[in-house]
């Protein structure tokens, strides 16, 4: 796995792990289409943009500061 992969795949894989319930938002029964949280509901928790969020988990922005990544480690 090679560091472009790596973060982007790290990063679905704990999202598609957590359900709203579990970082304190509203869970308002409606379908989702993927597994676990939503990239906005995450990126809002995290503090960064979703724009932002999106190219790291797509592997496109590869140099996300350590304060980037302990914000979204915390979320």
């Given at each position: 796995?090679?560091?472009?992969?790596?973060?982007?795949?790290?990063?679905?894989?704990?999202?598609?792990?957590?359900?709203?319930?579990?970082?304190?938002?509203?869970?308002f029964g409606e379908r989702r289409r993927v597994p676990g949280l939503r990239r906005d509901e995450l990126a809002q928790l995290a503090g960064v943009?979703?724009?932002?969020?999106?190219?790291?988990?797509?592997?496109?922005?590869?140099?996300?500061?350590?304060?980037?990544?302990?914000?979204?480690?915390?979320?």
């Open positions: 796995m090679n560091k472009k992969s790596g973060l982007g795949e790290f990063l679905r894989m704990r999202r598609s792990q957590l359900q709203p319930a579990d970082v304190g938002l509203r869970d943009g979703l724009s932002y969020y999106t190219r790291l988990e797509q592997g496109l922005s590869l140099n996300a500061s350590p304060e980037v990544l302990d914000a979204l480690a915390r979320a």
